[in-house]
């Protein structure tokens, strides 16, 4: 994203000269002899970061530094690889599946003369060993996040799905794999049993967040097949234990020692998984980006994301667009809208002075600028 603005940047940007100096130290340590020494830029870089740290304690004392927009750009560039090839080498170590936490053990230290406040003694490390924690399911989110093309992202996921964070009785993924093996250092999730609240439960705000990763990744058939598992609306009341129109902050899971409780819903409430759900709903009806500026002109091309199954028998679905204008999609096939071969062949706005037809899929100007506004009642789209 910095350097997508950094091409919109004008040329010369200004920094704090405190942080245009911890810019100008890294990029010296990144492109020095210590780059390949993974224990020595590690140390350098965070001796850079804790004295920028104690400089701006009490904030930025004012000055500014102006710095070359298009020498900024190889500088990003290696910070972005260095980045990388640290995340390819967390998955090496992880069966291909994109740890979410790795904890550190010092192996090798000198002890220092100094004590902290406590009077305890210090040490300088000097190595340290790896050691990947359980899977979390908020580690492959990012990883589909930020996947560079459908087919990184199905292999992602199709290790996710084989992996222990995917709960094969329920069809759902659980926020973290099996913690019995670790340490109650670990923290909080791990006091709690086995599929209850934040251990190894169905956590529905990051469930939702993988499954809208997952249709923002392209991969739409395997986000309606989990849908229907993992989604709200489509569970069973008897299961789950409340209407299904009421969102919970957990499920229990199969891992869970009690069966009866395995599916059952708990802690309703207006949680994270509401704003998840409202982004897949857009993405789902609307599209990702219906409203696009072509020139000057403001343009409006719904790109659905339905499959077949969604329509109602007469091949219509009606949704509320922007709270206020009724959109029904007509496919009397019933195909889905994803598919290559189905497209909007054309529009119909449905004005307060009549009827007006629009050949193909884009709505124009000035009518999409109407729909934005409200001025425009209702909609159809016809597919095939």
Not at 9 to 17: D, I, M, Q, R
Not at 18 to 39: M, R, W, Y
Not at 169 to 175: E, F, I, S
Not at 176 to 193: D, V
Request: proline residues 7%.
């Amino acid at each position: 994203m910095l350097l997508v603005m950094l091409a919109q940047a004008p040329k010369t940007v200004e920094l704090p000269a405190e942080l245009a100096g911890l810019l100008k130290e890294v990029q010296t340590i990144l492109s020095g002899p210590l780059a390949a020494d993974d224990f020595g830029y590690w140390n350098a870089v965070a001796t850079a970061r804790e004295a920028y740290r104690a400089q701006t304690l009490h904030g930025f004392a004012g000055a500014l530094t102006p710095l070359d927009s298009a020498g900024l750009e190889p500088v990003l560039r290696a910070f972005r690889a260095k980045v990388q090839a640290g995340l390819d080498r967390a998955v090496a170590l992880n069966a291909g599946i994109p740890p979410t936490y790795i904890a550190y053990t010092v192996t090798e230290y000198t002890q220092l003369d100094a004590t902290d406040a406590q009077g305890r003694s210090r040490v300088r490390p000097l190595a340290f060993e790896p050691h990947i924690l359980p899977l979390f399911l908020e580690g492959p989110v990012h990883a589909l996040k930020v996947a560079p093309d459908a087919v990184r992202a199905r292999a992602i996921h199709a290790r996710v799905r084989a992996s222990d964070l995917f709960d094969r009785k329920l069809g759902m993924y659980k926020v973290n794999a099996s913690l019995a093996q670790e340490s109650q250092e670990l923290g909080r999730c791990r006091a709690f049993t086995p599929g209850w609240l934040e251990n190894e439960s169905i956590w529905m705000h990051m469930a939702y967040k993988y499954l809208l990763e997952l249709l923002r990744a392209g991969l739409y058939a395997e986000f309606f097949t989990d849908l229907r598992q993992g989604l709200t609306p489509f569970l069973d009341p008897a299961i789950y234990g409340r209407s299904p129109l009421e969102n919970s902050s957990f499920i229990v899971s199969s891992a869970h020692p009690d069966e009866s409780l395995h599916g059952a819903g708990f802690v309703a409430r207006l949680s994270g998984a509401t704003a998840e759900f409202l982004s897949m709903w857009t993405t789902i009806m609307a599209g990702p980006q219906p409203f696009v500026l072509q020139g000057n002109q403001l343009h409006l091309a719904f790109k659905p994301v339905l499959p077949g199954w969604l329509f109602r028998e007469d091949g219509t679905i009606t949704f509320k667009f922007l709270g206020q204008c009724e959109v029904t999609y007509h496919n009397p096939e019933r195909h889905d809208t994803f598919a290559e071969d189905t497209a909007i062949s054309r529009v119909v706005l449905h004005l307060p002075s009549g009827d007006k037809e629009i050949p193909g899929p884009v709505i124009p100007a000035p009518y999409a600028e109407q729909v934005r506004a409200g001025q425009i009642p209702a909609i159809s789209v016809y597919f095939g």
